[in-house]
């Protein structure tokens, strides 16, 4: 079965990128890089709506095979990004 989605993207500078760019700096250390990424993640069917959307997320061992895994220090990270990302983006005057 072939599937196929019509392209969808975000602003690199639209505020919500920005927030959670920042969120990331201040969580890791380092700037996060900002690039275009797998077209048939649920994120395009916001985007379609008009809805600027980032994907932000865990590396992704062994993904959808056995023993498939994250780390928990990268979990825990990763909820302190989003925590940060959304308070940013939300509280930010736009």
Do not use: K, W
């Not at 196929?4 to 250390?29: C, I």
């Not at 395009?44 to 993904?63: F, Q, S």
């Not at 780390?71 to 925590?83: K, N, Y």
């Amino acid at each position: 079965m072939l599937r196929a989605y019509e392209p969808t993207f975000t602003m690199r500078h639209d505020p919500v990128v920005e927030s959670f760019s920042r969120a990331t700096t201040q969580v890791l250390g380092v700037e996060p890089v900002a690039n275009m990424r797998v077209g048939a993640s649920d994120a395009r069917l916001c985007r379609r709506a008009g809805i600027p959307t980032v994907i932000c997320g865990l590396t992704p061992n062994n993904m959808s095979a056995h023993d498939e895994y994250v780390q928990v220090e990268e979990l825990m990270a990763l909820g302190e990004i989003f925590t940060r990302g959304a308070l940013d983006y939300l509280t930010s005057e736009r």
